[in-house]
């Protein structure tokens, strides 16, 4: 068990989780520059096989193999036509996928005689097109921090527990001391949506704050989305402690005619046991019956109720959330590393319950989606859970993840009309999903959101690069550019580059310009962006 828990990272608010691995930290940067400082990866290698010996059988490792380089077939003056293998709704094609002003206006074996297609640049990616990945439950802010390890490594029965532990809070220490300032907010919330876009990832749910240094990058999936109103409420804390006005008013924006609030996503019995976590279902469902606590008030209302982690349900539990048509956020990495246990997702699958796939923050789970998908699909294989197979993983990353979210009919499917948020994957195989789910930073091609370049080769730089003012990046060696900066002038901190959002994360770690009990000296912690070997 311990090796699997070594395996992970993600996780909560202001959470984290023990490390198992009792390891020698692997020294790794992401780019080839020299950097500020040396920087420890206190994680896995973002190429490292899945080890999961002890509480599944390992992952057979890789299987695809890297395409050949992308090709710019021909220069065009407006729109993108992308070549490879395209997932579709209905299944892999060998076909392409046509941007035109942010939209995808054609997808399919041919779209040279889509209206204003014999304008466009058209790119041979050689590569798996797929719609952007979503997570669907981060807490992105504490993304610049490695896996908490705590001493003695163990377990822990609940959420509460490990949030109070003293080891923990000084961990987190150098951020959550600050966490609401925009020293500290802004820098770590850019790292973490960077994290997300160089792995695939073009819409996340957990930005804490609706700072505007935010209104950039990843869509974030309770505001700044740009895909209409702020649709989504989030809550942190128990959701027993959840009274009868905090209900009559949740029901009442459920139930608005106009602007209704139609995703709440709430941490839902987090952990094994302890401190009522088996209690936590059935008071968010109008059971408790303590004095106010909105008895007789159901909050699985409306098809509203997103339930981030959901492990000790009961059968009985798990027929009410899909009877109510709630939705269910898998963090398996997590959840093992932090309570050896996880969701029961065979059974949560089979009752049809719509489920997405979130890593939950680095402290605790896996680093981004792609290494989420793998770990997904290796315990899948370990537990024997044919329901995961690879084709159904990538739609709780992306179709699925959508609808939890609350987004769908505008992302997460490559579909005429939809928003142009796609990511391309270097990798062949017979099986396509099994081809972007063993992908890493360096086999993502490119990506893309409302249908500009954020990230990708750098020989595809100058055809779909959002501005002129991207960073060189290498991932593991691997040359990319990388699209940090709004403009030179920009305000809101849009006119950061990479360099400048990475030195303000060591100068926290390290606590430079603080008082004494400030200086932690802790800068070598920074969590780079990409692991390498």
Same mark, same amino acid.
């Given at each position: 068990?311990?090796?699997?828990?070594?395996?992970? *990272?993600?996780?909560? +608010?202001? %959470?984290?989780?023990?490390?198992?691995?009792?390891?020698?930290?692997?020294?790794?940067?992401?780019?080839?520059?020299?950097?500020?400082?040396?920087?420890?990866?206190?994680?896995?290698?973002?190429?490292?096989?899945?080890?999961?010996?002890?509480?599944?059988?390992? @992952?057979?490792?890789?299987?695809?193999?890297?395409?050949?380089?992308?090709?710019?077939? /021909?220069?065009?003056?407006? !729109?993108?036509?992308?070549?490879?293998?395209?997932?579709?709704?209905?299944?892999?094609?060998?076909?392409?996928?046509?941007?035109?002003?942010?939209?995808?206006?054609?997808?399919?074996?041919?779209?040279?005689?889509?209206?204003?297609?014999?304008?466009?640049?058209?790119?041979?990616?050689?590569?798996?097109?797929?719609?952007?990945?979503? @997570?669907?439950?981060?807490?992105?802010?504490?993304?610049?921090?490695?896996?908490?390890?705590?001493?003695?490594?163990?377990?822990?029965?609940?959420?509460?527990?490990? *949030?109070?532990?003293?080891? %923990?809070?000084?961990? $987190?220490?150098?951020?959550?001391?600050?966490?609401?300032?925009?020293? #500290?907010?802004?820098?770590?919330?850019?790292?973490?949506e960077l994290r997300s876009i160089i792995h695939g990832t073009t819409t996340v749910q957990g930005q804490a704050f609706?700072?505007?240094?935010? +209104?950039?990058?990843?869509?974030?999936?309770?505001?700044?989305?740009?895909?209409?109103?702020?649709?989504?409420?989030?809550? $942190?804390?128990?959701?027993?402690?959840?009274?009868?006005?905090?209900?009559?008013?949740?029901?009442?924006?459920? +139930?608005?005619?106009?602007?209704?609030?139609?995703?709440?996503?709430?941490?839902?019995?987090?952990?094994?046991?302890?401190?009522?976590?088996?209690?936590?279902?059935?008071?968010?469902?109008?059971?408790?019956?303590?004095?106010?606590?909105?008895?007789?008030?159901?909050?699985? #209302?409306?098809?509203?109720?997103?339930?981030?982690?959901?492990?000790?349900?009961?059968?009985?539990?798990?027929?009410?959330?899909?009877?109510?048509?709630?939705? $269910?956020?898998?963090?398996? /990495?997590?959840?093992?590393?932090?309570?050896?246990?996880?969701?029961?997702?065979?059974?949560?699958?089979?009752?049809?319950?719509?489920?997405?796939? !979130?890593?939950?923050?680095?402290?605790? !789970?896996?680093?981004?989606?792609?290494?989420?998908?793998?770990?997904?699909?290796?315990?899948?294989?370990?537990?024997? $859970?044919?329901?995961?197979?690879?084709?159904?993983?990538?739609?709780?990353?992306?179709?699925?993840?959508?609808?939890?979210?609350?987004?769908?009919?505008?992302?997460?499917?490559?579909?005429?009309?939809?928003?142009? +948020?796609?990511?391309?994957?270097?990798?062949?195989?017979?099986?396509?999903?099994?081809?972007?789910?063993?992908?890493?930073?360096?086999?993502?091609?490119?990506?893309?959101?409302?249908?500009?370049?954020?990230? !990708?080769?750098?020989?595809?730089?100058?055809?779909?690069?959002?501005?002129?003012?991207?960073?060189?990046?290498?991932?593991?060696?691997?040359?990319?550019?990388?699209?940090?900066?709004?403009?030179?002038?920009?305000?809101?901190?849009?006119?950061?580059?990479?360099?400048?959002?990475?030195?303000?994360?060591?100068?926290?770690?390290?606590?430079?310009?603080?008082?004494?009990?400030?200086?932690?000296?802790?800068? @070598?912690?920074?969590?780079?962006?990409?692991?390498?070997?």
């Amino acid at each position: 068990m311990l090796a699997l828990l070594a395996a992970s *990272a993600g996780c909560r +608010d202001s %959470y984290s989780r023990p490390d198992f691995a009792g390891e020698v930290p692997d020294f790794a940067t992401e780019d080839l520059r020299e950097p500020e400082a040396p920087v420890v990866d206190l994680k896995k290698t973002d190429t490292k096989p899945y080890d999961l010996a002890g509480i599944v059988t390992p @992952d057979q490792g890789q299987v695809s193999q890297p395409s050949p380089p992308a090709e710019i077939v /021909s220069t065009g003056t407006a !729109g993108l036509i992308l070549r490879g293998t395209v997932l579709l709704p209905s299944g892999p094609i060998a076909g392409e996928v046509f941007v035109k002003d942010g939209a995808i206006a054609c997808a399919a074996d041919d779209c040279s005689g889509t209206t204003g297609a014999s304008t466009a640049t058209i790119i041979d990616t050689k590569g798996v097109i797929s719609p952007g990945l979503i @997570d669907a439950h981060n807490h992105l802010a504490y993304n610049f921090l490695p896996e908490w390890v705590p001493s003695p490594a163990k377990l822990f029965n609940n959420r509460y527990e490990w *949030a109070n532990d003293p080891q %923990y809070e000084a961990f $987190i220490e150098p951020y959550s001391k600050h966490r609401s300032a925009g020293t #500290h907010f802004c820098p770590a919330a850019k790292w973490g949506e960077l994290r997300s876009i160089i792995h695939g990832t073009t819409t996340v749910q957990g930005q804490a704050f609706e700072q505007s240094c935010i +209104d950039w990058g990843a869509r974030n999936a309770e505001s700044f989305h740009e895909l209409g109103y702020d649709h989504m409420q989030t809550s $942190i804390g128990s959701v027993r402690d959840l009274n009868d006005a905090d209900a009559a008013g949740l029901i009442t924006n459920f +139930d608005k005619a106009t602007e209704p609030t139609t995703r709440y996503a709430v941490h839902m019995a987090e952990g094994v046991s302890g401190d009522n976590v088996e209690l936590e279902f059935d008071s968010f469902a109008g059971r408790d019956t303590r004095t106010n606590r909105h008895m007789g008030t159901s909050l699985l #209302h409306s098809m509203t109720a997103v339930l981030i982690h959901a492990i000790p349900l009961t059968e009985l539990q798990l027929q009410e959330t899909a009877t109510s048509g709630s939705h $269910i956020v898998w963090s398996p /990495s997590s959840n093992l590393v932090l309570y050896g246990a996880t969701a029961p997702i065979q059974r949560i699958l089979q009752l049809g319950i719509k489920t997405a796939l !979130g890593p939950d923050w680095t402290p605790s !789970g896996e680093d981004e989606m792609l290494g989420e998908l793998r770990f997904a699909r290796a315990y899948a294989a370990g537990n024997n $859970i044919p329901e995961l197979t690879t084709q159904k993983l990538w739609e709780m990353a992306t179709t699925d993840g959508a609808e939890v979210v609350g987004l769908d009919g505008k992302i997460g499917r490559i579909e005429v009309g939809l928003r142009a +948020d796609l990511a391309v994957f270097g990798r062949t195989d017979s099986d396509p999903y099994r081809a972007l789910i063993e992908s890493r930073a360096a086999d993502v091609r490119l990506v893309l959101i409302d249908g500009v370049g954020w990230y !990708g080769d750098q020989a595809l730089q100058a055809t779909t690069a959002r501005n002129a003012y991207c960073d060189e990046f290498f991932a593991c060696a691997t040359p990319k550019y990388l699209c940090v900066v709004d403009s030179p002038t920009a305000t809101s901190r849009k006119n950061e580059t990479y360099d400048d959002v990475r030195t303000q994360l060591y100068n926290i770690l390290e606590g430079v310009g603080y008082p004494a009990d400030e200086q932690y000296g802790r800068g @070598d912690e920074l969590l780079p962006l990409v692991a390498c070997p």
